[in-house]
């Protein structure tokens, strides 16, 4: 709900690229927005999104604050210019969700992010989103093993939010699409089979997956 409460979530993520050896070394501005702000730019509703150097976007009202005062929320927004003719302007995520949404929603868009800035052009949809969900999905599994406590022990708060975890895994397994659904079970398939970093490279030089 608040980006100084998100501050060590995407200090988390981006651990997490760091220890695949994929530390993004490339400042990308990660803000919290609406979803009036979302549509404004989209014309749709989506959870996160990349704004690449060539998205006529000058400017995003970003949530700067958000405070509750008993059933009622109070948001502050404020404008962050975007800088022009970076590779990767912003990367915006919908606020509200919980912590487990809007982590796997943020490895998907770094990874977005990390494949402009290290030169990827021209992959066909259903590799780039797929891949994007294979990392999203690699950063919920990652959550059993960060030593994080909120996610152990018996109490009901740990059980829901492991059980939230495999919801979502289970979303991403599942889901029906060309890019999001069958993208990511070929994208997996072949990060398993050849590893992720082969995989990439292989991408980078042939432009589709290894079969």
Same mark, same amino acid.
């Not at 992010?113 to 949809?125: D, E, H, K, T």
């Given at each position: 709900m608040d980006p100084e409460d998100c501050k060590p979530l995407l200090d988390e993520v981006h651990r997490f690229f760091k220890g695949l050896n994929m530390k993004i070394r490339y400042y990308i501005p990660i803000l919290l927005v609406d979803q009036e702000e979302i549509i404004r730019i989209h014309k749709k509703s989506i959870l996160g999104s990349t704004i690449y150097e060539k998205f006529e976007l000058d400017a995003v009202n970003y949530v700067s604050k958000s405070i509750q005062r008993g059933e009622n929320v109070e948001v502050v927004k404020e404008v962050e210019q975007l800088p022009p003719g970076r590779k990767v302007r912003a990367v915006l995520l919908l606020y509200g969700f919980p912590k487990l949404a809007i982590g796997s929603t943020l490895a998907h868009e770094l990874m977005h +992010?990390?494949?402009?800035?290290?030169?990827?052009?021209?992959? +066909?949809?259903n590799i780039a989103e797929g891949l994007s969900q294979v990392m999203a999905h690699k950063w919920l599994e990652w959550q059993s093993f960060t030593g994080n406590d909120y996610m152990k022990g018996t109490s009901e708060k740990a059980q829901f939010l492991r059980n939230l975890k495999e919801f979502m895994k289970d979303g991403i397994e599942r889901r029906y699409s060309e890019a999001y659904g069958h993208g990511f079970r070929e994208a997996k398939w072949a990060v398993e089979r050849y590893g992720l970093i082969y995989t990439l490279?292989?991408?980078a030089r042939k432009g589709k997956l290894p079969e």
């Open positions: +992010a990390w494949m402009r800035v290290q030169g990827y052009r021209g992959l +066909a949809l490279e292989h991408i």
